[in-house]
T-cell receptor, first 115, second 108 residues
Framework: EPEVTQTPSHQVTQMGQEVILRCVPISNHLYFYWYRQILGQKVEFLVSFYNNEISEKSEIFDDQFSVERPDGSNFTLKIRSTKLEDSAMYFC?????????????FGPGTRLLVL | AQRVTQPEKLLSVFKGAPVELKCNYSYSGSPELFWYVQYSRQRLQLLLRHISRESIKGFTADLNKGETSFHLKKPFAQEEDSAMYYCALRYNFNKFYFGSGTKLNVKP
């Protein structure tokens, strides 16, 4: 069964550095998402992406964040200048269509630690 | 504003006992609600959605618009049901709000 994959599984970075988290959604899926989960807290929606543009974003998704689908298969989340509070698990998800109650398929996550 | 509340952080039951994981939502529009489950060391996966009215792994959930609830129920819990359960609301075009999650612990 096809799965969403994410790389790397873990990333450690210094405060102020840029990081790029990578996701390969399920092929033929059209909707893509990023979420984060700070340790011990709930899953928070960051952004949804469709047709090569952001369709929705949360208040968390400020100018430090950007998303891209550079080559038709990867879906990336870039954090421009990381802060300590960006330390979290980041999940990517994909969905075949925007239909009512469509299933989202989640990746295994990337654990980001900012020192 | 939209919100999802899962009042219990942890729910412990014995094997064979009934389980009810509570979820209440707040949304002025027509809600789309889901239950997601995360087993230990595994990824989040969809368990149920309100429209399908199906039973998955013995779990059911009914959307009650009057009480703004979408509680997850199972009549007889199994040890393999032990996991984190998240209630989620989809709103606007494509935004999601997850509840804080309930950890279900089924004891032998």
């Amino acid at each position: 069964e096809p799965e969403v994959t994410q790389t790397p599984s873990h990333q450690v970075t210094q405060m102020g550095q840029e990081v790029i988290l990578r996701c390969v959604p399920i092929s033929n899926h059209l909707y893509f998402y990023w979420y984060r989960q700070i340790l011990g807290q709930k899953v928070e929606f960051l952004v949804s992406f469709y047709n090569n543009e952001i369709s929705e974003k949360s208040e968390i998704f400020d100018d430090q964040f950007s998303v891209e689908r550079p080559d038709g298969s990867n879906f990336t989340l870039k954090i421009r200048s990381t802060k300590l509070e960006d330390s979290a698990m980041y999940f990517c998800a994909s969905q075949s269509s925007g239909g009512y109650q469509e299933t989202q398929y989640f990746g295994p996550g990337t654990r980001l630690l900012v020192l | 504003a939209q919100r999802v509340t899962q009042p219990e952080k942890l729910l412990s039951v014995f094997k064979g006992a009934p389980v009810e994981l509570k979820c209440n939502y707040s949304y002025s529009g027509s809600p789309e609600l889901f239950w997601y489950v995360q087993y230990s060391r595994q990824r989040l996966q969809l368990l149920l959605r309100h429209i399908s009215r199906e039973s998955i792994k013995g779990f059911t959930a009914d959307l009650n618009k009057g009480e703004t609830s979408f509680h997850l129920k199972k009549p007889f819990a199994q040890e393999e049901d032990s996991a984190m359960y998240y209630c989620a609301l989809r709103y606007n075009f494509n935004k999601f709000y997850f509840g804080s999650g309930t950890k279900l612990n089924v004891k032998p």
